[in-house]
């Protein structure tokens, strides 16, 4: 994760970009806008962004590219669907970019990598479960929380492996050896970290979660 411009070749980042732009702009036209009205769910939104901004600044690696801290893609999603999920990550990753922790050329691979996958991942894994588990509240919370989001990180750490490997200087062994023997623990952090603050907001502020209804996971349970 946070791949930096000069391990992956310019067309792939060109690429990244236009990709990029198709979704943003299909993020930006479906959102749902209104909902930000109140002024509480703005204040909850830019506070979120500016908190996953301090923690996407807390990472640990050996070696460019080769690095690990907590996505947050599950918890946004989760909050305030696909769309405001896929803005305020792109958001968050332009302060990383005025930060010069990431070159403003690797701003579409790192948005597609640590946002859109994990975002979108949960997205399907939300409507799965929707159509096809129980609508319990556990549920909800082990599946689309605890579950969805260590899954979701696996999945982006996979994929930034398989680019490193692919595209990038790194071997195969490389990989294996210095990356991959970590991911549980990654997995285990984002799970934990993105269940149980989605567990207090669906008991103490259910509003805040976009994907979350009292009349479906509760009411007559």
Not at 55 to 67: D, F, N, V
Request: aromatic share 16%.
């Amino acid at each position: 994760m946070n791949l930096p411009y000069t391990l992956l070749p310019p067309w792939l980042h060109w690429a990244a970009t236009a990709l990029f732009v198709l979704l943003f702009a299909q993020a930006v036209r479906n959102a749902p806008w209104r909902r930000f009205r109140d002024k509480e769910l703005m204040h909850v939104l830019l506070g979120s962004c500016v908190l996953l901004l301090l923690i996407w600044s807390l990472k640990a690696g050996i070696k460019p590219g080769l690095t690990f801290h907590l996505l947050g893609g599950t918890l946004f999603m989760l909050m305030y669907g696909w769309e405001v999920a896929l803005v305020g990550i792109s958001l968050v990753l332009a302060g990383t970019v005025l930060n010069g922790v990431i070159a403003w050329q690797a701003f579409a691979v790192n948005v597609l990598l640590m946002g859109a996958l994990p975002v979108l991942f949960t997205h399907a894994v939300y409507r799965l479960a929707v159509w096809y588990l129980p609508h319990h509240f556990f549920v909800y919370i082990l599946v689309n929380a605890f579950f969805c989001a260590g899954l979701s990180m696996a999945l982006t750490v996979a994929a930034a492996s398989l680019l490193l490997v692919g595209f990038g200087p790194y071997s195969i062994d490389a990989v294996l050896r210095n990356y991959l023997p970590y991911t549980p623990f990654m997995m285990f952090g984002e799970g934990f970290m993105t269940g149980m603050l989605v567990t207090g907001m669906a008991l103490m502020k259910p509003h805040w979660l976009f994907t979350f209804d009292d009349r479906r996971y509760i009411a007559g349970k």
